[in-house]
């Protein structure tokens, strides 16, 4: 009988596998385990390989197997977790002389697999090239400890694993070392922490890899990946042999959904996917939290049981120098009952480990010497209180705890290690009931890195570092004698969030509470509950207001109160916002906190609001002056400069300004009413372009142009600042180029230079159209997910002469101009601005005022203007 062309072979196969996937989604669909599912996908991929492997065999011999070659699964495919898009790993083993054979069977074989619809990883090897191979690369070791046998002779794959298993455990020491390393080197890639906001579910930190690891460690160890036999050797625990399989049952369906969803190899939970997830797996909210919440909540918390598993796992089956381990008890002291100190750890002597890992006060006390001495906790110490306390019954602590949780909180050293500890132990909950709420919390905006938990601690871990900085912020830092209220409020700063009202001040309430369950004298629960309630004071004065403006420091300092207080909120906003993400404090914020932080303890210590502005300013004044001649020539120049407010002086550094003056005084004097000055900025990766023009008497519009110009342009603001000099605006703006991540070439600066100039000087020429861009991001958010409310605030009591407008909303292209174009079609004049956009938020304040002059008070007025903006902001305008 003729063996069937291949093109039946190949749309044969391809229809099974489409019909096969659709017969897992429907599985997938009825609430089948993930195991199952994946076990299914699994069995299709084997029926689909092993007919292409007997088509190969029957077109070059026949349908005879050729002796001397195995056809290997590996990796995923090997292990029988596969998702329904994943790769499907295969290598051929053969003896030296099947080589020709093989390389026909390898030829066939991968052709059909790809023409089919697999994505196939394949390779050729002898036994001893494998072997080899894995010796040297961890990537491969780790595949090939999940080999099985497909097709082919047995035998030859059977000598070829027991050589892998007796050269694995030979090199255990070794290659167990190597497997940390390329694990951890992963999870730096892909989110060294398990509280991500958008988690790689297979490859982030308590992902399904880390449960690999636990395999692939086992096999060095052990000869073993199969959890049940490591379980059956004591390689793992009752309790973290349960956690895991729980874990990677819920992990596994849950990439299961990835995929199907997807219509591809999907890993990455973002947040659109997250909340249709929680819909179709039909979680539900309560107590003020959304089912998104409750269905990430339990994610963290399957994320953070792999995580200890893995890594106590690890921690037991890492091969630690005996010298090293002798030295460490030689040169230990006891420094306490039934605890000794060594030149690197701490532990518990054996006789007492037992009775003191259940003690909670003991756990804390002897957590708070660790900490004091700097010193890491053994592992075995370690791992006896873990266990102890996953089954100790939570209690109320008694006032021996809670007097050793404050020593704890006292110094800065390791504190954040071990808060992650105590979180990840339940015990912090018990101190803080609060906090129970705010485990695995999600942050619904792209500001934010991590949950709500994981941000608080990673704010006291910013802040603890401070201790080692030659910086202002160090020396704050170390200037705060007891440091116990400031780690405090960092680490409940944001566990008010997830409710209906304000987090400041629902976390303020439940500053008060937790001083008085900790027991705190009433001086210091009032700082804890003004510290969380004013947290973002900071941020909210420094980048969004005119720092020049004597009222803003003055109000700001009424807030503050004290020099001490003030040293206080600066060391908590800095570590705050830097506990945000990586990226999101720049010299640009730190020369505003720190402006203001001088401005305002400058008050506090003279009462006198202007010298500061005085010295400073007149100082920076007479630099700029040094390069600027006093000839006819340059007397616009000078005039600008003596009429420049303190606001616009120092963004750029005085030679930088006084250029800048002249250019703009000699296009005065030669009649041109707007002028554009382009620099690169490296520090903010973004092109400054610095807008002057003379408005005349009309003033409205002026800004919506400018705007309108970069947008036609396809760019970006990331950052505005607006300021007047009499009839001239001088803007600067800082903006991103999709066409040129780096710095453009002169040609596309000259373009939006001319736009913006040709828009400025014919007011009566009509804006080109925004420019319409391709964008091939995949993971773009949904707007469902924007789910924070967009705020419109008037503020007429801060400054005499303008109404403060703030706005925060989420940012979509083309936001800010839509805004200035709505501020000159509701006749608003604008005199300052501050625009500061990140990622998916912008936070805007406006200094703005009626054609008049008067300030914006009626009432009528700003919801006229509030529901405008807000109309822009939603899309309807």
């Not at 308590?206 to 990946?225: K, N, P, T």
């Not at 996917?273 to 994610?299: K, S």
């Not at 991540?741 to 913006?756: A, F, G, N, Y």
Request: glycine share 6%.
């Amino acid at each position: 009988m003729a063996a069937p062309s291949l093109s039946e072979i190949v749309l044969r196969c391809r229809e099974r596998l489409q019909e096969g996937r659709e017969r897992c989604r429907i599985q997938h669909d009825a609430g089948s385990r993930g195991v199952q599912v994946s076990a299914r996908i699994c069995d299709l991929y084997d029926d689909l390989v092993l007919e292409a492997w007997n088509h190969a065999c029957l077109d070059h011999f026949g349908g005879e197997t050729p002796r001397g070659i195995a056809l290997v699964a590996h990796g995923g495919f090997g292990r029988r977790d596969l998702a329904p898009y994943s790769d499907a790993d295969m290598m051929l083993i053969t003896r030296a002389r099947s080589t020709a054979d093989a390389e026909r069977i390898a030829k066939s074989l991968t052709r059909d697999l790809v023409d089919i619809g697999l994505d196939v990883g394949f390779a050729m090897r002898t036994p001893a090239e494998a072997c080899s191979l894995s010796w040297r690369d961890p990537v491969i070791f780790t595949s090939l400890t999940e080999s099985r046998f497909v097709a082919g002779s047995f035998n030859i794959f059977r000598s070829f694993f027991e050589s892998l298993r007796r050269g694995a455990r030979r090199r255990r020491s070794r290659l167990i070392r190597d497997l940390i390393e390329a694990r951890r080197q992963e999870r730096e890639k892909w989110g060294d922490t398990n509280y991500l906001l958008r988690p790689n579910v297979k490859k982030s930190r308590g992902g399904l890899r880390d449960i690999q690891m636990i395999r692939w460690i086992g096999f060095a160890r052990y000869g073993e990946v199969d959890l049940e036999r490591l379980l059956k050797f004591g390689a793992l625990t009752d309790n973290d042999y349960r956690l895991i399989r729980r874990a990677y049952d819920f992990l596994i369906r849950l990439r299961n959904e990835l995929h199907f969803r997807e219509g591809r190899a999907q890993d990455v939970l973002d947040r659109p996917t997250q909340m249709a997830i929680a819909d179709a797996w039909g979680y539900e909210g309560g107590d003020g939290m959304l089912p998104v919440e409750t269905f990430m909540q339990e994610y963290f918390d399957v994320a953070r049981e792999v995580r200890y598993a893995s890594t106590f796992f690890a921690d037991d089956n890492r091969s630690r120098p005996i010298i090293s381990q002798a030295v460490e008890r030689l040169l230990s002291k006891r420094i306490a009952q039934g605890v000794r100190m060594g030149p690197s750890h701490i532990w518990v002597e054996g006789a007492y480990l037992e009775s003191f890992a259940t003690d909670l006060a003991q756990v804390l006390r002897f957590m708070s010497m660790a900490n004091h001495h700097r010193r890491r906790i053994g592992h075995h110490t370690w791992q006896t209180i873990r266990e102890a306390m996953q089954t100790r019954p939570p209690t109320r602590p008694d006032a021996e705890s809670i007097g050793a949780f404050l020593s704890l909180m006292s110094r800065g050293g390791r504190l954040a290690p071990l808060l992650r500890r105590l979180h990840e132990l339940r015990i912090i909950e018990q101190l803080i009931p609060a906090f129970r709420r705010a485990r695995g919390l999600l942050q619904f905006n792209a500001y934010h890195k991590y949950t709500v938990d994981a941000h608080c601690i990673r704010a006291v871990e910013v802040a603890t570092d401070f201790a080692d900085e030659q910086s202002a912020m160090g020396r704050r830092y170390r200037r705060l004698k007891d440091k116990t209220l400031l780690h405090l409020a960092l680490l409940i700063h944001d566990i008010g969030k997830g409710y209906d009202e304000d987090h400041s001040v629902v976390g303020a309430r439940i500053a008060r509470e937790t001083g008085e369950l900790l027991e705190l004298d009433p001086g210091s629960i009032e700082i804890l509950e003004w510290l969380i309630l004013k947290h973002l004071a900071v941020n909210t004065v420094a980048f969004r207001h005119d720092l020049s403006d004597p009222q803003i420091v003055l109000s700001f300092a009424k807030e503050v109160g004290s020099i001490r207080r003030l040293e206080l909120l600066i060391v908590h906003s800095v570590a705050d916002l830097a506990a945000v993400g990586p990226g999101v404090v720049t010299d640009w914020k730190m020369k505003l906190v720190e402006d203001l932080y001088l401005r305002t303890r400058r008050y506090f210590e003279t009462g006198d609001l202007e010298s500061y502005d005085d010295s400073v300013v007149r100082d920076y004044r007479a630099q700029v002056k040094t390069y600027l001649v006093d000839e006819p020539e340059q007397a616009m120049s000078r005039k600008l400069l003596a009429n420049a407010p303190a606001s616009m002086l120092r963004r750029v550094n005085s030679e930088d300004l006084a250029a800048q003056l002249i250019e703009v005084g000699r296009s005065i004097d030669d009649g041109e009413k707007s002028l554009c000055i382009s620099q690169y900025d490296p520090v903010a990766s973004a092109m400054r372009y610095t807008v002057v023009h003379d408005q005349g008497e009309n003033r409205i519009g002026v800004f919506a142009r400018v705007t309108g110009a970069f947008l036609s342009c396809g760019l970006g603001i990331l950052r505005a600042e607006i300021d007047t000099l009499g009839d001239i605006v001088w803007d600067e703006f800082w903006v991103s180029d999709p066409d040129y991540p780096d710095e453009p070439p002169l040609r596309r600066i000259e373009k939006v230079c001319d736009r913006i100039k040709h828009l400025l000087d014919t007011p009566e020429a009509p804006l080109p159209p925004q420019r319409s861009t391709w964008s091939l991001e995949r993971n773009r958010e949904s707007p469902q997910v924007n789910i924070l409310p967009t705020k419109v605030d008037f503020d007429n009591e801060t400054l005499d002469r303008y109404t403060i407008l703030s706005l925060f909303a989420y940012d979509r292209t083309g936001l800010l101009y839509h805004i200035a174009r709505a501020f000159s079609q509701l006749h608003v004049v604008l005199h300052f601005a501050k625009i500061d956009t990140h990622l998916d938020q912008v936070a805007d304040v406006f200094y703005v005022s009626e054609e008049n002059g008067a300030k914006l008070e009626d009432y009528d007025r700003q919801e006229q203007v509030r529901q405008a903006l807000l109309e822009v902001v939603s899309g309807d305008k």
